[in-house]
């Protein structure tokens, strides 16, 4: 793991200083890769089933499998964040943010998470927040465009209800 710890730190770091969003999108694909890996095999099968059955729709199935990562590995930040993002697809909002917040305390620069956040808050009308956590995430990922357009578009509609 603490080769990991390393190897994740020089991604991020390359990230920052990605020249563009091809760049961007590899660094991207080794973070992804770091993150859905917690070292142990099971586990990681365990992932990427309740990947697949929550792609499927196969919800209940989807939270029972994250249920048990969690509770095996509770310091591996992506089983927090699937969960999360579990959650948000079923509307269950509060447990989303509930997850996501344990996904931010293990990985403070999960940009997948933030912006995750940022989506609910957008959900609640809660645009300050939104604008906040979607700018986290392009602190740690300049690149990410989804991000970059919710921040335009966030700041659009401030600026309009302002000069109302």
């Known amino acids: ?36 890996s917690s070292g142990q095999r099971l586990v990681d099968s365990l992932l990427s089933s309740a990947s697949n059955t929550m792609s499927n729709g196969q919800f209940a199935t989807a939270l029972a499998l994250l249920n ?24 269950e909002y509060d447990l989303a943010v509930s997850d996501i917040t344990q996904t931010l305390d293990l990985e403070p620069r999960h940009f997948g998470a933030l912006s995750g956040l940022g989506m609910i808050y957008l959900h609640w009308s809660e645009k300050e927040k939104a604008l906040r956590a979607f700018e986290d995430a392009l602190a740690v990922h300049p690149h990410l465009s989804g991000a970059r357009s919710a921040v335009e578009n966030i700041k659009k509609s401030l600026e309009q209800k302002d000069h109302h």
């Open 68 to 91: 048990g990562i969690i509770e095996k590995v509770p310091n591996f930040a992506e089983g927090w964040n699937k969960r999360a993002t579990l959650y948000y697809l079923i509307g």
């Open 1 to 36: 793991m603490a080769d990991d710890k390393s190897s994740l730190d020089d991604c991020f770091n390359r990230l920052a200083q990605a020249m563009n969003e091809d760049e961007a999108q590899k660094i991207e694909e080794v973070i992804w890769r770091l993150w859905t």
